[in-house]
T-cell receptor
Framework: NAGVTQTPKFRVLKTGQSMTLLCAQD?????MYWYRQDPGMGLRLIHY???????AKGEVPDGYNVSRLKKQNFLLGLESAAPSQTSVYFC????????????FGQGTRLTVV | KQEVTQIPAALSVPEGENLVLNCSFT??????LQWFRQDPGKGLTSLLL?????REQTSGRLNASLDKSSGRSTLYIAASQPGDSATYLC???????????FGTGTRLQVTL
């Protein structure tokens, strides 16, 4: 019963490098979300998806892209990393209709130098 | 746009005190409201979920209430313990766009 799994847990990137963060959930949830958490800023929504093949922009989408080719996976991509993208990234999933609680991954700590 | 505010931002209480954390929001068209706990360097753990049709939920020493008409929710913690020290976040699932929006959290410290 894994819940929500994020890969990797830690990563250090050089400015300009690219990477993909993977979020996988095994609960058959329709909704999936990517957040970043910064000191003093709280959790800010980057992108989200309400179903396979759909994505939408959140509060801070610039510099990120996402894809939801399979219902269980939600990928977050950084095409050209910048120091401003140093943050802790959290993925969450939710059943459609909100009848159960949201589940969160353990986070990915990303440092861009 | 849903705006979620949590007051106070930080709180320090002695062990054994009862306390109330507040969450206010601007858009009452919500599916539900959820309270989370986050320990330093860790992910978020769900504490209580209140559906939009409900007024409160209880789990052990925790009680959460929801008043959509006034745009407010409270999390009541009874007989606080040092193990309750953490950051508490409220989040709302907004019906119009299926967005899950968070408050900025209340950092709680319970001292011996």
């Amino acid at each position: 019963n894994a819940g929500v799994t994020q890969t990797p847990k830690f990563r250090v990137l050089k400015t300009g490098q690219s990477m993909t963060l993977l979020c996988a959930q095994d609960m058959n949830h329709e909704y999936m979300y990517w957040y970043r958490q910064d000191p003093g800023m709280g959790l800010r929504l980057i992108h989200y998806s309400v179903g396979e093949g759909t994505t939408a922009k959140g509060e801070v989408p610039d510099g990120y892209n996402v894809s939801r080719l399979k219902k269980q996976n939600f990928l977050l991509g950084l095409e050209s990393a910048a120091p401003s993208q140093t943050s802790v990234y959290f993925c969450a999933s939710y059943r459609q209709g909100g009848w159960t609680e949201a589940f969160f991954g353990q986070g990915t700590r990303l440092t861009v130098v | 746009k849903q705006e979620v505010t949590q007051i106070p931002a930080a709180l320090s209480v002695p062990e054994g005190e009862n306390l109330v954390l507040n969450c206010s929001f601007t858009d009452s068209a919500i599916y539900n409201l959820q309270w989370f706990r986050q320990d330093p360097g860790k992910g978020l753990t769900s504490l209580l979920l209140i559906q939009s049709s409900q007024r409160e939920q209880t789990s052990g020493r925790l009680n959460a209430s929801l008043d959509k008409s006034s745009g407010r929710s409270t999390l009541y913690i009874a007989a606080s313990q040092p193990g309750d020290s953490a950051t508490y976040l409220c989040a709302l699932l907004t019906g119009t766009a299926s967005k899950l929006t968070f408050g900025t959290g209340t950092r709680l410290q319970v001292t011996l």
